[in-house]
């Protein structure tokens, strides 16, 4: 039995754009759903960066463009992660989210558990708990396996209550309906 869903797939697919619409059909129908998903920043044509946008408007920076690589830190290839800002926007609402009961479950939207996002053992943490949890469902993203396995993301792969959509070009404009289905029968 499924208690959360999520989407992967190669970068660029699309993953971010049908969590966006998922929300806001969710949202619509009156279910309760916080979380926060990655947005690329962009500076005159270029990607600089990533930004993480909760649902409710927060937005700061997660990663960002540094050819500096002299200061020790946490980066993934050409981006240095911001744990700081990451951590401040994105902890107070995972830890937060834990109140919803067997009756209404709530919707916490994670997009996504990849690299940058696991330098955090704090967010490691919190993400586990929710998913263990009773009385929420998560809605999230992973990455597809490339290099050396990232731990969290392969335990979530594995685990039985997930139901995961491989997100390609060639379903991603008609695999909509079938992640609103899943959630709904997550959430009973």
Known sequence: MSK????????GVGKTTLIQKATQAL?????????????????????TGFDVVTLSGKRGPLS??????????????????????????VL???????PGSDAE????????????ELFSQAFIQAVRQTL????????????IPKGKPLDLVEEIRSRKDVKVFNVSKENRNSILQDILAAVESCRK
């Open 64 to 89: 960002r463009v540094s050819s500096d690589s002299s200061r020790r830190e946490y980066r993934v290839g050409q981006y240095v992660v911001d744990l700081v800002s990451f951590e401040q926007l």
């Open 132 to 143: 263990t949890g009773s009385g929420t469902m998560v809605l999230g993203t992973i990455p």
């Open 27 to 47: 949202k619509s129908s009156g279910i309760p759903i916080d979380g926060f998903y990655t947005e690329e920043v962009r500076e005159g044509g270029r990607r």
């Open 105 to 116: 479950k709530k919707i916490c939207v994670i997009d996504e558990i990849g690299k940058m």
């Open 4 to 11: 959360h869903v999520f989407l992967t797939g190669p970068p």
């Open 92 to 98: 107070p609402m995972l830890r937060n989210v834990n």
